[in-house]
């Protein structure tokens, strides 16, 4: 039995928004590898945390619970401090002054 | 692969489409941070992911829990507040980092003094 | 400044701030139980006291129609921005030879006023904001599309700068 019409619209919708956030990852990944500097790698970083909390809220809203929006908003919070102590280690290369 | 919540036909059409679009918004970010050729030009890039790429996929969430009644939307404004103000932080201390590094090397790239361009306008 | 006097004020040094706290708390917690708002209140708590750590600046905002007026044109230059952003990666490597750096003359003062141009301008793509010298108010701008220079100064000293001036100076 096939589902409804309309489910087969988000949920395609949903996989294909998951396909292109997976390749947004790969690319800031690529970044990270790739550098050349230090401050590319952590700007990669940094994309690829947003990134993969768009991926968190893409999930949350196929499983249609507030769980994956709590993840999300974790990753968003160490992404933010973690990101934020690296821009401060290469600016005085310590982190806490 | 197609298991969603069953949402009326309009919506479940809107919910798609702003998803999309705040992907696809988000991968052009990326892809930005490939295809740009000096740090500076690609410290631009993630912003778009950050604005309209968050943007989109959070007004798609809050679109399909409202119709679906199962929540309040606290957490997506949650988030979407907690994007704007960040980002720019890491993306201002990441430059500025990177300006300094850039200075101490003795990079001709970047400008060795603030008034660089107001100099040069002045003539 | 009127400084808060009296014990509760000495208790709860910013009493706004500590509310705004308790809601998200309770909010995120999605309950009303009498030990979520006990959690809630002394984690908030701990927040305000160590926000006198900081001894902000007192802020006066002023004007909320030019508030709406400024969050429009930014909603409306974030759009903006990111279509021609987008194109500009996609079209290919040769338009980011016109990046660059420039200097723009402030005549905004304000920290949070500043703060604010600072967010605007790292939010919109194709800006932003690397340095700024409070004692000549001048910033220093890397901007990813910069061919005509004076359009951007003329951007930001009239569509932001002057709004950002009324609301809080």
Known sequence: ?97 | MSNAPLLPLWAAILVGTLVVLGAAIALIGSIGLLRLNSFYARVHAPTLGATLGVGGILIGSMVCFSVLQSRPLIHEVLIALFVTITTPVTLMLLARASLHRDRVEGNPEVPQSDLASLERRDG | MNRPSGLLRRVVPFPLLFLALLAMWLLLQQSLAPGHIVLGSLVALGATWVMTALDPQPARLKRPTAMLRLALRVLVDVFRSNLAVGTIILRGNRHSDHAGFMTVQLDLRNEYGLAVLAIILTCTPGTLWVNHDPTRGTLLLHVLDLVDEQSWIDLIKHRYERLLMEIFE
Do not use: H
């Not at chain 1, 949350?60 to 821009?87: K, P």
């Open chain 1, 1 to 97: 039995m096939t589902p409804p019409l309309e489910i087969l619209i988000l949920g395609w919708s949903l996989t294909l928004a998951q396909l292109l956030i997976g390749l947004a990852m790969s690319c800031a990944a690529y970044r990270i590898l790739i550098g050349p500097r230090a401050q590319d790698r952590i700007l990669g970083l940094d994309t690829f945390y947003v990134n993969a909390m768009l991926l968190l809220l893409t999930i949350g809203i196929r499983s249609g619970t507030t769980l994956y929006f709590e993840a999300a908003l974790a990753i968003g919070l160490l992404g933010f401090s973690g990101t934020v102590a690296l821009a401060k280690f290469l600016m005085r290369g310590e982190v806490i002054e």
